[in-house]
């Protein structure tokens, strides 16, 4: 089986900072693309940042802010958050295009989450 596991939620003040990891493991053929998604109560999963053959893209409301990052030989993706706002509070959720070692295609994979809470 293959696995994504988060680390590096908690608790910040607005304009702190927060590294997020997501480390892939387990029989892994190759790792197409890795990304981290994050949703706020009662909103939908959005896209933050996605890392894709060395080609990053991050959401407008993160830019400038936030950094996606890859350790190929760690099979590793981190967010570097800056800047932090309250806006940003959600639960952070590591994603990976992921094609295991038997098998023929790639599928998506989801971590269990990281909780972001941005406050005072």
């Known amino acids: 089986q293959v696995q994504l596991v988060e680390s590096g939620g908690g608790l910040v003040q607005p304009g702190g900072s927060l590294r997020l990891s997501c480390a892939a493991s387990?029989?892994?053929?190759?790792?197409?693309?890795m990304g981290w998604y994050r949703q706020a109560p009662g909103k939908q999963r959005e896209l933050v940042a996605i890392?894709?053959?060395?080609?990053?893209n991050c959401a407008d409301s993160v830019k400038g802010r936030f950094t996606i990052s890859r350790d190929n030989a760690k099979n590793t993706v981190y967010l570097q958050m800056n800047s932090l706002k309250p806006e940003d509070t959600a639960v952070y959720y590591c994603?990976?295009?992921?094609?295991?070692?038997?098998?023929?295609?790639?599928?998506?994979?989801w971590g269990q989450g990281t909780q972001v809470t941005v406050s005072s």
């Open positions: 994603n990976a295009d992921m094609r295991p070692t038997k098998s023929l295609g790639s599928y998506n994979y």
């Open positions: 387990g029989s892994i053929f190759s790792i197409n693309a």
């Open positions: 890392i894709r053959g060395g080609i990053t």
